[in-house]
């Protein structure tokens, strides 16, 4: 069964490093998503990617942030001169259309963040 | 905005028991709601949906009602196992607008003893 893959599962980066989150979406899927979640908190949208460029993003994703689609399978997120408030759980997911009322996000198992 | 409210958790229960996992939502527009669940090292899954009021989502014995009146998608199942051990996540997507996102609570862990 196709799947949403992320590595790594967990990185451990120092305070103002940079650091990439990497995802492959499944291969016939057009949007794509970064979602995170704070430990004991909500699971928040962060971004959303479609056609080479974002679609949406929340006032979470500022200039912080970026998203890439370097080449036709992977789907990158970078977090430049991470902050502790950066530690989280970071979600991926994809999907086949736009409209999730007719269409699944499929998520990856997500990327384990820790600033120290 | 858009939000979504799930009851306290963790949640234990003994095999075979019923389970209600509450959810409340507070939406503009007419929004499509979602139960996600994560098992053990895996992503985030679709478990059900409804895309309008009064819809009834299902899948795995597991069932949620889409109630307008009180703005509820309460997750049941009337017998669980222990592989039900999860955490699960409700969460809504507007129709209208940024149809492209969904909005989720904060998850609850259940967990089934045998």
């Known amino acids: 069964e196709p799947e949403v893959t992320q590595t790594p599962s967990h990185q451990v980066t120092q305070m103002g490093q940079e650091v990439i989150l990497r995802c492959v979406p499944i291969?016939?899927?057009?949007?794509f998503y970064w979602y995170r979640q704070i430990l004991g908190q909500k699971v928040e949208f962060l971004v959303s990617f479609y056609n080479n460029e974002i679609s949406e993003k929340s006032e979470i994703f500022d200039d912080q942030f970026s998203v890439e689609r370097p080449d036709g399978s992977n789907f990158t997120l970078k977090i430049r001169s991470t902050k502790l408030e950066d530690s989280a759980m970071y979600f991926c997911?994809?999907?086949?259309?736009?409209?999730?009322?007719?269409?699944?996000?499929?998520f990856g198992q997500g990327t384990r963040l820790t600033v120290v | 905005g858009n939000s979504v409210t799930q009851m306290e958790g963790p949640v234990t229960l003994s095999e075979e028991a019923f389970l209600t996992i509450n959810c409340t939502y507070t939406a503009t527009g007419y929004p499509s709601l979602f139960w996600y669940v994560q098992y053990p090292g895996e992503g985030l899954q679709l478990l059900l949906k409804?895309?309008?009021?009064?819809d009834k989502g299902s899948n795995k014995g597991f069932e949620a009602t889409y109630r307008k009146e009180t703005t509820s998608f309460h997750l049941e199942k009337g017998s669980v196992q222990v592989s039900d051990s999860a955490v699960y996540f409700c969460a809504l997507s507007a129709v209208t607008g940024a149809n492209s996102k969904l909005t989720f609570g904060k998850g609850i862990t259940l967990s089934v003893r045998p």
């Open positions: 997911a994809s999907s086949v259309g736009g409209r999730l009322m007719n269409t699944e996000a499929f």
């Open positions: 291969s016939n899927h057009l949007y």
């Open positions: 409804a895309t309008k009021a009064d």
